[in-house]
């Protein structure tokens, strides 16, 4: 069993078994409970996926209106309310086959991670079930769905190093590696923030006792940055102008808000909102 698609219908097997108790109506409250407010999330997200305001710039439903295109904690979750629009499924199904996949992706990056550090078939298995299924991961990735994806991630972003290190190939793999720190960021921005300089400081050490020439490294580091900047302007840009009008302008690395402003002052809040109106009501 070394085709990487036989390995990820495995370990798709082993967490199906896994989650034997999950595949009932309703979703199973995990340790912190964190499942259910994401799911109320996604719901929502669907209803506006019903009515045609997911993807505008400007979302109604979103408590008093709020826009789209900035950047919040869980964008991975808008995908998932459309497919379940589109799908007519439920939303706790949806839910449970993200953390399915989420899951099972994991094992398969870490599988492809130690495969490329040539290690041998079974081992690499081994590993994979043990990044998978180890304890802290199954608590926290089956509590937080943004946090199982972006678990998800680590081992793939680890791999695509090490391809580079073999095959050199800059353009292919920095390209692959901007989108998926692109990914990983939409998934969790403080998990992202976080690890980001450990990651970096990760692979440049990496590639420079590999002995890759420096250059090559600067070339690839800039080019991972470019292709990162181009795949998620679609949100920093609108974030970037939004950011000074509002009073998350003083809160942007805690993430909490203290002084809440008056619903008078929350109407103003937002450019965006006047310019990409899209046919809603527009308050000033």
Known sequence: MKSPYAIWLFLVLVMILWMRGWWQPGLPLTPREENTPQLT???????????????????????????????????????????ASSLSLSVDTVYKLAVLVAFSLSGLG?????????????PSLIGALAYMLSP????????????????????????????????????????????????AYFAGNTYFLTILPFLCLYAFMRLYLSQIPFGLIIKFGLLTLAFFLATSAF?????????????????????????????????QLFPLRSIYSCGFPSYS
Do not use: C
Not at 159 to 178: C, H, P
Not at 243 to 253: C, G, N, S, Y
């Open 41 to 83: 999330d996604i719901w929502s997200l669907k209803t506006a996926a019903d009515r045609g305001v997911l993807w505008t710039a400007w979302n109604p439903l979103d408590n008093s209106g709020a826009p789209n295109l900035i950047q919040r904690s869980y964008l991975i979750f808008a995908p998932l309310a459309q497919i």
């Open 110 to 122: 870490m599988y492809q991670l130690l495969r490329t550090l040539k290690l041998k078939n079974f």
């Open 136 to 183: 802290p991961h199954i608590t926290l990735a089956s509590d937080l769905l943004d946090f199982n994806f972006y678990w998800a991630t680590i081992p793939w972003l680890i791999y695509l190093v090490e391809r580079f290190i073999a095959t050199k190939n800059t353009l292919r793999v920095s390209s692959l590696t901007g989108v998926l720190l692109t990914f």
């Open 235 to 267: 949100v920093t840009l609108p974030t970037a102008i939004e950011a000074p009008h509002t009073w998350l302008k003083q809160e942007v690395v805690r993430q909490q808000i203290i002084d809440l402003p008056s619903p008078g002052q929350v109407l």
